[in-house]
């Protein structure tokens, strides 16, 4: 596998350049920002969005070269989405919980106002005052106008119109880390959650639990769907392990080779990428280490670069050619 990967850190932000097993720090930008979650604009390679711990929402149209600040009012960002076929759309996630969006590339912003509604008094977080966060999106092209939203602790949202509006959804557990969107089927969805892993097989009407533990992390495989990956917990932050499902979910194989089972920690995010036949997963670890992969055999390393306190990645060529035979 080449190419490129943007590793968000306590200290900045990190340009890793793959190419085969050799990886290289090609740049390290923004220094003293704790960065929450960063999104490569997938039609417009040389937009970069990086949400912060705060230090709010910055952006770079140049590739790295010039960051600006963004005018939104949130301080702590949580999560960044793109709307499929429409390449000026962006969604962020804050905390307190609030979600702003933009049909224009950030020139103008709208706010959902989250806080005003009754339910917002109940939201909460174990680590922080502020009152929930949203920490996840998932959106399908083939849906493109049906959005979900995750918040920790508060539950799963809905909007019917791209971003306009919300409305709460639901039975799933309302400790919310990761949603997942199905590659061949928009009414599929998985979640990570504080009461473990569920899937929704109806648009997140109704939800199943697969996995029971506390879990903050699961992807699906982008070209074969049947396969996907998720890092329980024995307790918040301790004691996890890597899983894989090769059936949708109806049973779960440990695909820990390379770690210690349990791990210290645990997985707090996946992300994949590459070509079919070199598709690697990486994960981001609770001890701010990352390590990786190859899907189709699985063994963990560490990624071989020095990284410290390591709390999201990205890659900038994230979509491959799907075969959803």
């Known amino acids: 596998m080449t190419g490129t990967v943007l590793v968000g850190t306590r200290d900045g932000l990190y340009t890793l350049a793959v190419d085969g097993e050799r990886w290289s720090v090609v740049d390290h930008v923004l220094h003293g920002h704790e960065i929450t979650c960063v999104l490569p604009m997938p039609d417009t390679p040389h937009t970069i969005w990086v949400g912060t711990y705060g230090d709010g929402l910055l952006v770079t149209r140049d590739g790295g070269g010039l960051w600006e600040p963004v005018d939104i009012d949130a301080t702590f960002v949580r999560a960044l989405c793109a709307l499929p ?41 174990p680590y922080s005052p502020r009152a929930g966060a949203v920490r996840t999106f ?36 309302p400790d919310v880390h990761t949603l997942a969107a199905h590659p061949a089927d928009p009414d599929i969805l998985l979640a990570a959650t504080g009461g473990g892993v569920y899937l929704s097989r109806d648009a997140g009407t109704s939800w199943t639990c697969l996995v029971d533990a506390y879990t903050r992390a699961v992807i699906y495989h982008p070209a074969r769907p049947h396969i996907a990956f998720a890092g329980p917990a024995r307790q918040v932050g301790r004691e996890g392990r890597i899983l894989a ?42 001890d701010g280490r990352l390590i990786w992969s190859e899907v189709d055999r699985m063994a963990w390393r560490p990624v071989p670069v020095s990284l410290h306190g390591v709390r999201c990645c990205a890659f900038t060529e994230p979509h491959v050619e799907s075969s959803h035979g």
């Open 85 to 125: 076929g429409q390449p000026s759309a962006l969604l962020v996630g804050t905390e307190p919980a609030n979600i702003f969006w933009s049909t224009d590339g950030g020139k103008t912003w709208q706010d959902a106002g989250l806080y005003t509604w009754p339910q917002a008094s109940s939201w909460h977080l």
């Open 138 to 173: 998932a959106v399908h092209p083939k849906a493109p106008h049906r959005l979900f939203a995750g918040i920790e602790v508060g539950g799963l949202l809905r909007s019917d119109d791209s971003g306009r509006s919300w409305h709460l959804q639901g039975n799933l557990h």
């Open 245 to 286: 499902t090769k059936n949708g979910g109806a049973t779960w194989i440990l695909a820990s080779t390379g770690l210690p089972v349990p791990m210290p920690g645990m997985v707090d995010a996946f992300s994949i990428a590459g070509q079919p036949s070199t598709l690697r997963l990486l994960a981001v670890l609770s």
